[in-house]
């Protein structure tokens, strides 16, 4: 039907939509009003009654709504009504912006002229769409309030400056490896003044290996709720702005380089309605973690990665924000954060909903603490530790009442631990144990038997190996793979990237590590077959 080059995915949820369109000239011809398909030859005398001239337009979208992207699109292509419903009724898209694809933006945007939210990607391998294309967008689409811009590397700071002009209602902003500017960044805080997320990733313009000119605070500082900065060599050009958004909810700040401490303590110096911060591999110390804890507000933090804290920080939170409800620390094995922190959590935060620990070791006594303090705790993932072992695990489940979802990986639990949860943590309907290599499958299948209700997940992600007598080789091995999946996949489990999970450093050292288990991979398979062809040719002897 010449739409075979074009797919729409469906989102439920009111009428937003998602198009994801591979343009091409088929689609361009296919997409415009006047080229739909006309209806089957027949005689009028013959042909059926429509009966669906009499819905309503309005009505006929809600319909389109309930569809699945499939057929969708082919109800779309019955008659040149039903296509201009559709078109009209889709409020969200999401579109190739590679350069081939300019050509097509003006039917594109005649056919789809209700667009409020808008996606503009391209990859890598391809040239994006340049000023001229993005300026046609921005009037073609008034009512855009949502825009994400992902590789459009050929997007100045002027095509910036018409996006912000004729976009005024813009209220989120994303945008990826792009490479505008200071100015096209400014052109969008001084023009859309409702702006209430903004969020910057890899952007090329400002990462020149130069001090970048300051950015903000325009006049959407009034409205700015959430900041997220990622990835940024001159991230702290950002200051003016996070500094003056006196209405921020959200900050969130991943690898970016440069001294964070004095910007935190500029924020916590004025009066802030900060219930939400993220900090992920930064360089940050308790000097910024207890000007954190100057946040009354806060309900949400996570600390990712950061070797200069340790528990004095984690207990000037837990001390002064007392409305915390969602802890994530990742440790990174630095042992810094332990039960010192654990227990001024306890003691403080009585609304703690959910604790993430990663890294971080503790013991019974923290644990116990926090099982017998902190009453409405309902998720819990405990993952690479050194001291977590069935004492602990069995403390969890003897306390944790309110219990519901239960994380245990790479730690040095047994079947004796699982067995706890037979009759332990009356609320919990999942448990996800992984690379937990002391505990069986015989014990899972029997605490599914005992609890029905309870989803219980066991990856242990064992690795074959020769069976040989040779005992400081196996031990080896052992230890080697479970460092080196320890590092690569705790994080990735829990939101963050796999990609920055380990520091240069690290990533060092586990290269030495696995090329240690080739080595010893390679001379075990050797032994193998040696001591199997001594064993053959005395047989036959």
């Given at each position: 039907m010449g739409q075979t080059t074009s797919s729409y995915g469906y989102s439920?949820?009111?009428?937003?939509y998602m198009a994801d369109l591979s343009l091409s000239p088929h689609h361009h011809r296919s997409s415009s009003p006047d080229s739909a398909p006309p209806p089957p030859d027949a005689d009028s005398s013959n042909q059926?009654?429509?009966?669906?001239?009499?819905?309503p337009d309005e009505c006929l979208a809600l319909i389109f709504q309930c569809l699945s992207s499939g057929d969708r699109k082919r109800s779309s292509l019955v008659c040149r009504r039903w296509l201009a419903v559709d078109g009209q009724s889709r409020h969200r898209l999401s579109l190739n912006a590679s350069a081939d694809s300019a050509p097509f933006l003006p039917s594109i945007f005649t056919r789809f002229d209700s667009v409020t939210k808008l996606a503009l990607r391209c990859d890598r391998k391809s040239t994006s769409i340049n000023d001229a294309a993005l300026a046609l967008i921005s009037q073609r689409c008034h009512s855009l309030t949502r825009i994400k811009l992902r590789g459009c590397r050929e997007i100045t700071d002027l095509g910036m400056l018409a996006l912000a002009q004729n976009c005024k209602n813009?209220?989120?902003?994303?945008?990826?490896?792009?490479?505008?500017?200071?100015?096209?960044?400014n052109a969008l805080l001084n023009n859309c003044s409702s702006l209430e997320e903004l969020s910057v990733s890899r952007l090329r313009g400002i990462d020149n290996g130069f001090p970048a000119e300051s950015i903000g605070p325009g006049i959407a500082?009034?409205?700015?709720r959430s900041i997220t900065l990622k990835e940024l060599y001159n991230g702290q050009c950002f200051s003016p702005l996070v500094i003056e958004s006196k209405n921020l909810k959200s900050l969130k700040i991943i690898r970016c380089l440069g001294d964070w401490d004095r910007l935190l303590e500029a924020v916590a110096g004025r009066k802030n309605c900060l219930t939400e911060v993220h900090l992920e591999r930064l360089q940050v110390s308790d000097a910024g973690?207890?000007?954190?804890?100057?946040?009354?507000?806060?309900?949400?933090?996570?600390?990712?990665?950061?070797?200069?804290?340790?528990?004095?920080?984690?207990?000037?939170?837990?001390?002064?924000?007392k409305l915390l409800r969602k802890l994530h620390i990742d440790g990174w094995r630095t042992n810094r954060i332990g039960d010192e922190g654990l227990i001024a959590i306890a003691k403080n935060s009585k609304n703690l909903v959910e604790l993430v620990l990663i890294g971080v070791n503790p013991t019974t006594a923290s644990l116990s603490a926090v099982a017998s303090n902190c009453l409405n705790l309902e998720r819990l993932a405990l993952c690479g530790s050194d001291t977590i072992g069935d004492a602990e695990i069995s403390c969890v489940a003897a306390k944790c009442n309110s219990l519901r979802k239960l994380c245990i990986k790479g730690c040095r639990i047994t079947d004796s631990g699982i067995e706890a949860f037979a009759t332990g943590c009356p609320n919990l309907v999942k448990i996800k144990v992984k690379k937990c290599r002391g505990v069986s499958r015989v014990v899972v299948d029997q605490l599914r038997a005992r609890r029905e209700s309870l989803a219980v997940n066991l990856d242990v992600d064992e690795v074959e190996l020769p069976s040989i007598d040779w005992n400081t080789s196996n031990a080896g091995l052992q230890e080697v793979e479970y460092r080196g999946e320890l590092a690569q996949e705790t994080t990735h489990d829990h939101g963050h990237d796999?990609?920055?999970s380990t520091s240069n450093g690290a990533r060092s050292s586990n290269k030495s590590r696995f090329s240690l288990l080739a080595g010893r991979t390679i001379a075990a398979c050797a032994f193998q077959r040696l001591v199997n062809g001594n064993g053959s040719s005395n047989d036959s002897t």
């Open positions: 439920s949820g009111g009428s937003a059926e009654p429509d009966y669906t001239s009499e819905i813009l209220r989120k902003f994303s945008c990826s490896s792009c490479s505008f500017g200071v100015k096209g960044m500082s009034s409205r700015l973690l207890m000007a954190i804890s100057k946040c009354p507000d806060l309900e949400n933090f996570h600390l990712v990665k950061t070797p200069d804290c340790s528990d004095d920080g984690i207990s000037a939170i837990s001390e002064k924000c796999s990609e920055g």
